[in-house]
């Protein structure tokens, strides 16, 4: 398969369907339950509260993406002009360079439950850890499928707050293919009984954190640098701004996460939980810095790093009871959530060169004007 089609963007929604699926295996039923319903007001009911309608959100394909020697059309749900274009734009400067290279620490989430008013704290720390085995045999029992898939709760760690007179407890998780925010507080929730005999103390709130650090994806690419000295120049002081300056740094993110947020929200992912754990990571330092880096190689073209927590599944929620997520996730041909994640860490990386090329040359008010006026052309 071939993420390079000529003059994608100049076709209409139909051609490009119709090119897209001659290159993936997806029915003609599917993209009709996709144009024609998406997702019905009965399945809505299914999914949240109070529901009255559809809120609807423009579902666009990012194309010329190579991800690990791989092809891939990347679904991207965005009301912003010019992201969809943008990515795509950057991906195809990537691409005769290999695209985009991608690595991930896993799949671990972290579960918190705090212990209140606590007398001993020290004394209190060493009794949780002498019943570790046990508290992660009962965290356990509440998800055998998840055992069963080599997933599960895997380590405890205890931090002593002890001037709040608290502890935390960390329960690391290994979800595997899910988010895993259910399964985390499932078996935090069903474990407290167990914590509160094990400590003689009072169990606070528990609840999983959104700062995913043990899920942490990395990708890189090297750009077709088509910018002049001087704009290759402005573009690497411009990422040199956002390193020190939280001001800079916040709309660098905002960049990245343009093409992250569309690609989770395509697959019906927690998008919150997203931006959340990447701000958070962004400012693990305790000084708010950009999430990618920039750097000049011997030839000249410009080589991006991003390094991110994205916590994202491809089971569970929205990803499945959602149609448009399901046909979404079977579009990228995937079938590990690890895999989308660095798909969206790639996405994340193009949305940011094209973002700080965009700057540096004409500015982003233009290229968005460009496609405003589409909605005013007759062959938009
Ligand atoms: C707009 O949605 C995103 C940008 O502001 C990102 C950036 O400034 O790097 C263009």
Redesign the pocket.
Known sequence: MNSRIPNFYKLNPQQRVDEITRSLKITKEEWEKLHEKGLTLEEADKMIENVIGIMPVPLGVAANFKIDGKDVFIPMATE?PSVVAAASHAAKLAYDQGGFYTSSTGSVMRGQIQIIHVKKPYYTMAKIYENKDLILQVCNQQDETLVALGGGAIDVKVDVLSELNMLIIHVFVDTKDAMGANVVNTMLENVTPTIEAITEEEVGIRIISNLADRRIVRATATFHNYLSEINTQKFIQAYELAKFDPYRAA??N??IM?GISAVALATGNDTRAIEAGAHAFAARSGHYKTLSHWEIDKNNNIVGTIELPLAVGIIGGATMSNPVAKLSIKMMRISHAEQLAKIMAATGLAQ?FA??S??VTEG?QKGHMKLHARKFSKDG
């Open positions: 912003e709309t660098h905002k960049g343009n940011n973002a700080l965009a700057l982003i």
